[in-house]
């Protein structure tokens, strides 16, 4: 019997599970649901229906775990609570500060309901949190540094494109090397903000738009540049489409620590993703737990859990006895 | 309350175990158990007591977690089983192709007497197993490799100062850098043994010995280095105690997977190592793991476990909110 999988969001992300799901033949996609007209949206599974987002509830006998692949700023707050009345969930809500009070809120629901929600679950938080934990746990005596990129901000690129004479914009996140350098020597240095990441911006421009006043205001923008060295680039329209339509992501968690008599022993733990995509790469990941979530609920787990909840063979289709033999 | 260690074997093992639990407050070493005369022995921590190897049953009562510090030849596949009779015990048993035999002795064991046994957590087994097992589960369509090195191997060196003539001798395992590159690449290549890793051996010789057949019946010694391309340097005593007294070792698990619509979208997920101490590394993963063992034991859980079976938060001594607050 295969796990059945619903979609709540058919955006980069819903489209990201649905074509993680064929790489993963113990699971099926049941139904997409969306708040498009569902006519409108067209699956690549066959036999999966699309539904109207109200429709959900009517399917709870049918749905082993619901993916929820909406927005973490509005959309993940209200669905993920609403949905663990109802369903097994998993989301990857990643506001990072609101964390524990998401956690809360489907923690409530899903033990009133008897599910299980399963949130935060991509690579920042997700893979990322997991390789902090461990490093943290096995060299308490040392620090754990993260560096995002090189990769595509969505929400820097959309800031961008709310400044006035923009058309388009497109915003990569770069670790500066001599930082990774100095952490990966166990010298534990103090980073500020402008030390650890430089920002690169690609703008198409209005035509007669005032180039030097948007390079100022995006270089001095509060909260998103000001802080750091952020380079512009003015480009045309056909070379945002030639060279920057991906959504590349990836970066490094990084931990130094100490271990002898006299702390003379250096070790360094590095995880590292790079990634072509990152919406389907996150898509791979919720799918994974999404698979240790259908199981644990079959145990009679409830409530809210987290990656750091999740033992690792939850994640696998194979049994303990394949794993310990091919992986261990 | 404290978690109550106990250490069987006092070897470079042993004694880092000691030392990483200097760095874990909420763990206790209780007593170091040896083969030894225990009045040979003199541990750095205060109050923890030196006892023969037989003496350790009588301790069961005052020991939540007995660490076995023995090797994975000869030792652990009798050790293991055995005090899992009356202790929950925890080993880095590290003799892959033995892990499903090994598994079973232990588990019958913990059963039976009701107590917990996780064995075969060091770095590889261990950290790589766990860091291949997340990767296989996200990117189900891709490939993992593993390297070892660069580092000391053991057992290589032990080989090598059995050849007639040879006083002392320390090999490196060191990956190909091109063979790196290529698996980063995404292209999933077929390595062969020689492509993925060289053997460097340093080699102190007997005056007078015949340095020639010495090198000789290194490069051609079946399964230690026929398959490698071999390089082998003759040192002085003097060299070998001044530049190759450490225990660095290291490696990396890389994987490449596929993602997309036409497996369009290529993704690296690599986990690094590099430490300065490959018996301190492993004593510190053992330490964390030994954390989890208390509390799954705790929890009623018994039987035999691997790393797959360890939910992360377990490793912590934070509880959950502190973590989500903290790491998530």
New interface residues.
């Given amino acids: 019997m295969t796990i059945r999988v619903g979609i709540m969001g058919y955006g980069n992300l819903g489209r ?1 599970v649905e ?2 799901l064929r ?2 033949p113990d699971m099926e996609l049941k139904a997409v649901f969306t708040r498009r007209n569902p006519d409108s949206v067209h699956l ?1 599974t066959e036999g999966a229906q699309v539904l109207e987002a109200s429709k959900a509830v009517s399917m709870a006998d049918e749905i082993d775990v619901m993916i929820l692949c909406g927005g973490s700023a509005t959309d993940l707050p209200e669905q993920t609570p609403y949905y663990a009345q109802y369903f097994n969930v998993i989301d990857s809500f990643d506001t ?1 500060a609101h ?2 009070q998401h ?1 809360a809120a489907v923690d409530a629901a899903a033990k009133k309901s008897g599910k299980l929600g399963l949130i ?1 679950v991509g690579w920042d ?1 997700g ?1 990322f ?6 490093a ?6 040392g620090s754990s540094y993260t560096f995002w990129g090189k990769g595509v901000s969505q929400g820097h690129s959309d800031a961008i494109r709310r400044i006035p004479g923009v058309v388009d914009a497109r915003q990569y996140t770069i670790p500066v090397q001599k930082a990774l350098d100095e952490v ?1 020597s166990g010298s534990c240095p103090q980073l500020t903000t402008r030390e650890k990441h430089t920002r690169e911006c690609f703008v198409v421009a209005e035509e007669g738009a005032d180039k030097a006043a948007i390079e100022q205001a995006i270089v001095t923008m509060p909260n998103y540049f000001a802080d750091y060295d952020t380079t512009v680039h003015f480009i045309s329209k056909e070379e945002m489409e030639r060279d920057h339509s991906g959504i590349p992501h990836g970066g490094f968690v990084i931990h130094t ?1 100490k ?3 006299e702390n ?14 990152n919406p ?2 996150t ?3 919720l799918v ?1 737990y999404a ?1 240790a979530v259908y199981r644990m609920a079959k145990e009679g787990q409830t409530g809210c859990k ?8 939850y ?2 289709a194979k049994d ?2 394949q ?3 091919s ?2």
Same sequence: chains 1, 2.
């Fill in positions: 990201g074509l993680a790489h993963n690549l990072h964390i524990p956690f935060s938080p893979m949190s997991v390789s902090r934990l461990y943290d746990c096995i060299l308490p005596q990966r620590g271990t002898g008599a003379e022993h250096n070790h360094t733990i590095e995880y590292r993703l790079t990634l072509d995509s389907e790469f898509s791979s990941v994974a698979r987290t990656v750091f909840d999740v033992a690792p063979a994640l696998s303990g006895e794993l310990r033999a992986m261990l």
